[in-house]
C-alpha cells in the first residue's frame, strides 16, 4: 500500500482508474484519485505541455515545475491561515517529487459562471473579492521599479519609440505611430501601474471551481504567486475585468495596506489590447500589415476617442486621489 503523507492513503492499487491525464495549463496533468481520507488530484509535469523560456530538456523541465509546485504550497499554506469561509484552498502534499492536493468540488468558473444566477453571481464575485484582498495582504504593496511593457523588449517610453521606429511608414503612418506611443505612455504613467500587489496571479477560469451546492469558491494553482502590477491583476485577466468586483474588494478592510485602492476604468481594458495586437501584429509580424491595414486604420480613429476619455477620467482620477501609493519605507519590503 503507498503512502504519500499522514493524512491520505491510498485504499487499494486495483481501486484506482489507469491514469487519465488532462492538459492543465501549459506544464501541468492531473488525475483524480480515491483515498481512504477523501479524494485528492494527483499532479505531474505535463512532458507534452510546453514550458516557457524554450526549456525543452526534461530534466530542466522538471526543476522548474517543481519549483513552481513548492511556491504554489508554500503560499496556499499562508493565505489558508486567513482562516476566510468565503474560499477553500486545498492543502497540497509533496513527497519523493510527487504532488497530490486535496479535491476541491465544483465546476470550472469558466464552464459554469454564464448559467449562474444573478444572486450565484453576486455570491461569487464577492468570494473572490475577499480571496484577492487577502492575497494583497499577504505581503506589502510596493513601488514598481520598472514600467508597463508589452514584452521583455519593451519596458520604457524609449523602448516602444525604438520599436515603432523599425517599422516602415509604408505600413504605418507617422500619425498612426504618435496614437501608439501616446496609448503605451498614457497607460504607462497611470496610478495602477505604479504599484506592485501580492496576488494569485493566475486566476483564469480553470484555476477557480464553484460548487453551487455548498456555495463553495475553491482557489487553485498557486505555482505564480508574487507581485505583479494592479493593472496586470485589474485588466489582464478576463474574468477579473467587472468593475462590480473591485467595488466589493474595496468594501473590505485593509490592515497591511491601508492606502490601497483599486479603482477600475474600463477603458484601460481596451487600451491594453489594443497594444497587444498591435505589438504582435505590426512589430512583431511586418509582413502581415500589408493584410490589415485598412482594420488598422478603422481601429486608430476608434482608439483616439477612448484614448480622450480615458484621458479625461485619469484627470478626476488624480484630482480626487482614489489611488494613493503605500509610502515606500523599509517596512514596506
Known amino acids: 500500500m503507498a503512502i504519500f503523507s499522514k493524512e491520505f492513503k491510498v485504499i487499494k492499487k486495483e481501486e484506482i482508474e489507469e491514469p487519465q491525464d488532462f492538459p492543465f495549463g501549459h506544464a501541468t496533468s492531473v488525475r483524480r484519485q480515491e483515498t481512504s481520507s477523501g479524494d485528492v488530484v494527483v499532479k505531474q509535469i505535463n512532458k507534452k505541455g510546453p514550458l516557457p523560456f524554450n526549456v525543452n530538456e526534461q530534466s530542466a523541465k522538471k526543476l522548474m515545475w ?9 503560499i496556499a499554506d499562508e493565505i489558508r491561515k486567513k482562516n476566510n469561509p468565503a474560499y477553500f484552498v486545498p492543502r497540497t502534499f509533496i513527497s519523493h517529487s510527487k504532488v497530490r492536493e486535496q479535491f476541491a468540488s ?11 444566477s444573478p444572486e450565484e453571481k453576486k455570491w461569487a464575485y464577492k468570494a473572490l473579492a475577499e480571496f484577492i484582498n487577502d ?10 521599479d520598472e514600467g508597463f511593457g508589452l514584452s521583455s523588449s519593451i519596458r520604457t517610453s524609449d523602448d516602444m519609440a525604438k520599436a515603432l521606429d523599425g517599422v516602415d511608414e509604408q505600413f504605418l503612418s507617422a500619425e498612426d505611430k504618435r496614437l501608439f506611443q501616446d496609448v503605451y505612455d498614457y497607460l504607462s504613467q497611470i496610478p495602477e501601474n505604479q504599484i506592485m500587489v501580492f496576488g494569485h496571479n493566475d486566476l483564469h477560469g480553470g484555476n477557480i471551481l464553484i460548487d453551487t451546492e455548498k456555495k463553495q469558491l475553491s482557489i487553485i494553482d ?15 485577466f478576463g474574468l477579473l475585468r467587472v468593475p462590480e468586483l473591485w467595488e466589493y474588494v474595496n468594501k473590505l478592510p485593509r490592515s497591511t495596506n491601508p492606502n490601497l485602492t483599486w479603482h477600475f476604468i474600463p477603458e484601460h481594458v481596451q487600451l491594453h489590447k489594443f497594444l497587444v495586437c498591435r505589438y504582435y501584429d505590426i512589430i512583431g509580424s511586418e509582413k502581415h500589415l500589408r493584410y490589415h491595414s485598412a482594420e488598422i486604420k478603422r481601429e486608430c480613429m476608434a482608439m483616439r476617442l477612448v484614448l480622450a476619455q480615458a484621458k479625461l477620467k485619469a484627470k478626476e482620477i488624480s484630482e480626487r486621489q482614489v489611488m494613493a501609493l503605500v509610502p515606500v519605507s523599509e517596512k514596506n519590503f
Not at 492575497?135 to 514598481?144: C, I, N, T
Open 66 to 74: 517543481m519549483a513552481g509546485q513548492q511556491n504554489g504550497k508554500k
Open 106 to 116: 465544483g465546476q470550472l468558473w469558466r464552464d459554469v459562471i454564464d448559467t449562474l
Open 135 to 144: 492575497m494583497s495582504e499577504l505581503r506589502p504593496v510596493r513601488a514598481a
Open 222 to 236: 498557486f505555482e505564480l504567486s508574487g507581485y505583479r502590477t494592479a493593472f496586470d491583476t485589474m485588466y489582464t
